[in-house]
């Protein structure tokens, strides 16, 4: 009989939790038990797996949590960084989806399809890092790209749904467009600085000293830890856009070796986890509205950047609900249940 393991879900309710939840079902995870964790101010909920319906436990209330063996965490960082050394003495293995831990070098960022053998590093703290939505959707189609021609320096523009943002920035955008439908008063942001309807926002998270946003820093960081590479050099501008679900990215490489489109289409095509979609003379590249409820990452543009001897453009959009988060956490738990646990 294969083995079984006891889960738990810590910050159940949200809309990566729920998404958490759902995909342990869909890729039918080898769970025992699934236990599911959040605030107080989620007292009394049950959320449905396996068409049954599980009661959502109050986190601050648990006395412990023994007899866990996998807990997925996405109850943000400050519950992350207080409660994910609980769960981890107390024997479970952490998969978080918070900053907090990503760049403590003793906690591996791990992206399956991309470096899974820095899962046995959840030995040192008993935590694994999923990394930053936008982060793993770039990382994913460019490490065959990496490994042939070795890329020296990346620009990336995000197109980032409101959906990372969790679900008040989702009915947020609901409210502003019916409201603007309706030909009245759009409702005054409280989810985002300014208006998100029919408005791009170049401003995910706090700015930083440096001008930068603490979300354009995390890529930048984020992919040199992933990639295992310290001198790939990275510049990113994040924005927020008023679609529901899925990031895109506009990203150019600059590689030592060169790769033609060609060859790149054929090494993408070839690489786990991605799907290309680059066909322009039909009008096919990928879309966010598209790429909503899938676990790939989409890529197409792929074209020659003329203005440098080795250079490439990409368009990738992916999930963030998904690959960007959910997926990609219950992806590195089943790498925890098949080698390791």
Same mark, same amino acid.
């Given at each position: 009989?294969?083995?079984?393991?006891?889960?738990?879900?810590?910050?159940?309710?949200?809309?990566?939790?729920?998404?958490?939840?759902?995909?342990?079902?869909?890729?039918?995870?080898?769970?025992?038990?699934?236990?599911?964790?959040?605030?107080?101010?989620?007292?009394?909920?049950?959320?449905?797996?396996?068409?049954?319906?599980?009661?959502?436990? @109050?986190?601050?209330?648990?006395?412990?949590?023994?007899?866990?063996?996998?807990?997925?965490?996405?109850?943000?960082? =400050?519950?992350?960084?207080?409660? #994910?050394?609980?769960?981890?003495?107390?024997?479970?293995?952490?998969?978080?989806? =918070?900053?907090?831990?990503?760049?403590?070098?003793?906690?591996?960022?791990?992206?399956?399809?991309? /470096?899974?053998?820095?899962?046995?590093?959840?030995? /040192?703290?008993?935590?694994?890092?999923?990394?930053?939505? =936008?982060?793993?959707?770039?990382?994913?189609?460019?490490?065959?790209?990496?490994?042939?021609?070795?890329?020296?320096?990346?620009?990336?523009?995000?197109?980032?749904?409101?959906?990372?943002?969790? *679900?008040? #920035?989702?009915?947020?955008?609901? #409210? *502003? @467009?019916?409201?603007?439908?309706?030909?009245?008063?759009?409702?005054?942001?409280?989810?985002?600085?300014? *208006?998100?309807?029919?408005?791009?926002?170049?401003?995910?998270?706090?700015?930083?000293?440096?001008?930068?946003?603490?979300?354009?820093?995390?890529?930048?960081?984020?992919?040199?830890?992933?990639?295992?590479?310290? /001198?790939?050099?990275?510049?990113?501008?994040?924005?927020?856009?008023?679609?529901?679900?899925?990031?895109?990215?506009?990203?150019?490489?600059?590689?030592?070796?060169?790769?033609?489109?060609?060859?790149?289409?054929?090494?993408?095509?070839?690489?786990?986890?991605?799907?290309?979609?680059?066909?322009?003379?039909?009008?096919?590249?990928?879309?966010?509205?598209?790429? #909503?409820?899938?676990?790939?990452?989409?890529?197409?543009?792929?074209?020659?950047?003329? =203005?440098?001897?080795?250079?490439?453009?990409?368009?990738?959009?992916?999930?963030?609900?998904?690959?960007?988060?959910?997926?990609?956490?219950? *992806?590195?738990?089943?790498?925890?249940?098949?080698?390791?646990?």
């Amino acid at each position: 009989m294969a083995k079984e393991f006891n889960v738990a879900v810590v910050g159940a309710t949200g809309a990566v939790g729920r998404m958490m939840i759902r995909v342990l079902e869909e890729r039918n995870f080898p769970v025992k038990n699934l236990r599911l964790f959040a605030s107080e101010r989620s007292r009394g909920q049950k959320l449905k797996f396996r068409g049954e319906e599980i009661p959502v436990e @109050v986190l601050s209330e648990t006395p412990n949590f023994k007899g866990i063996d996998i807990a997925l965490f996405s109850a943000g960082g =400050s519950r992350s960084l207080e409660y #994910a050394p609980r769960f981890a003495a107390d024997g479970a293995v952490v998969v978080d989806n =918070s900053s907090a831990w990503r760049m403590d070098p003793e906690v591996p960022l791990v992206v399956p399809e991309v /470096n899974p053998h820095a899962v046995a590093g959840y030995k /040192n703290k008993g935590i694994i890092a999923n990394p930053n939505c =936008s982060t793993i959707q770039m990382v994913v189609p460019l490490k065959p790209l990496h490994d042939y021609g070795r890329i020296k320096r990346i620009v990336v523009s995000t197109y980032q749904a409101v959906s990372g943002a969790g *679900q008040k #920035a989702i009915d947020e955008l609901t #409210a *502003q @467009v019916r409201a603007w439908c309706a030909g009245e008063t759009l409702p005054e942001p409280k989810a985002f600085p300014h *208006q998100i309807a029919f408005n791009c926002l170049p401003h995910i998270d706090v700015f930083l000293d440096n001008g930068y946003t603490k979300e354009e820093m995390k890529m930048v960081n984020e992919t040199k830890k992933i990639m295992e590479d310290e /001198n790939i050099r990275v510049t990113a501008t994040t924005v927020r856009v008023p679609v529901f679900f899925g990031h895109a990215e506009a990203v150019n490489i600059e590689t030592e070796k060169k790769i033609t489109p060609e060859k790149a289409r054929e090494l993408l095509s070839n690489f786990p986890g991605v799907v290309v979609v680059d066909d322009p003379e039909n009008k096919a590249y990928p879309l966010q509205i598209q790429v #909503a409820g899938r676990d790939e990452v989409f890529v197409g543009r792929i074209r020659e950047d003329e =203005s440098i001897e080795s250079g490439l453009n990409l368009w990738i959009v992916a999930d963030n609900l998904r690959k960007g988060a959910a997926t990609n956490a219950v *992806q590195i738990a089943e790498i925890l249940a098949q080698e390791y646990l």
